[in-house]
């Protein structure tokens, strides 16, 4: 069964301190892993883009790494700010014929002054 | 270039109604997703839509419809509408490069009442 597993699902940090979110998943086939931001009531916006050969890329303060082998993803937020303070998904593309996205259910991060 | 916009950004329903919802995808896009978001389960898919076909369908009752017209705009109809329908209805749109950045919409946030 094709799944996305998040942790934690929820976060709480001082401002400028840094954080790692986790995503596990398993499934197949694999085309590629993203994550997204999501400020409340608001929809989700890409903030990285891996594919299978892809070890770490990164947005500003923000860097996904991912281990095909097992399976694991991480988005590392450096020094983070009040604005990072939302739910942050992992999702994957699945294709097989056609494509399908699976979504984790997201790690909700509070940043605190 | 325009984002993606749904319309209504809010929505009161009772028990028994039907409602509609619509999204403009961004310009040159032809695929249309749709998702229910609720604080317990995530994003779910519902499904979508390319070139005025579905495509892919989640697991989601007949009463959950939706179609795509010429210009791509989607809408999205549920009927008989029940408690458990209360949700944030997202929208999200990509090119037919199949596995490329789905861009969402800001939600329709549906309550049933």
């Known amino acids: 069964k094709n799944q996305v597993e998040q942790s934690p699902q929820s976060l709480i940090i001082l401002e400028g301190k840094n954080c790692t979110l986790q995503c596990n998943y398993t499934v197949s086939p694999f085309s590629n892993l993203r994550w997204y931001k999501q400020d409340t009531g608001r929809g989700p916006v890409s903030l990285t883009i891996?594919?299978?050969?892809?070890n770490t890329k990164s947005n500003g303060r923000y860097t996904a790494t991912l281990d095909a082998d097992t399976k694991q993803s991480s988005l590392h937020i450096t020094a983070s700010q009040l604005s990072d303070s939302a739910s942050y998904i992992c999702?994957?593309?699945?294709?097989?014929?056609?494509?399908?996205?699976?979504f984790g259910t997201g790690t909700r991060l509070k940043v605190l002054a | 270039k325009a984002g993606v916009t749904q319309t209504p950004r809010y929505l009161i329903k009772t028990r028994g109604q039907q409602v509609t919802l619509s999204c403009s995808p961004i310009?040159?896009?032809?695929?249309v997703s749709w998702y229910q978001q609720t604080p317990g389960q995530g994003l779910q898919f519902l499904f979508e839509?390319?070139?005025?076909?579905?495509?892919n369908k989640g697991n989601f009752p007949g009463r959950f419809s939706g179609r795509q017209f010429s210009n791509s705009r989607s809408e999205m109809n549920v009927s008989t509408l029940e408690l458990g329908d209360s949700a944030l209805y997202l929208c999200a749109s990509s090119s037919e490069v199949r596995g490329l950045e789905a861009f969402f919409g800001q939600g329709t946030r549906l309550t049933v009442v």
């Open positions: 999702v994957v593309t699945v294709t097989s014929g056609t494509y399908k996205y699976i």
């Open positions: 310009s040159g896009h032809r695929s």
């Open positions: 839509y390319f070139s005025e076909t579905q495509r």
């Open positions: 891996m594919t299978f050969s892809e």
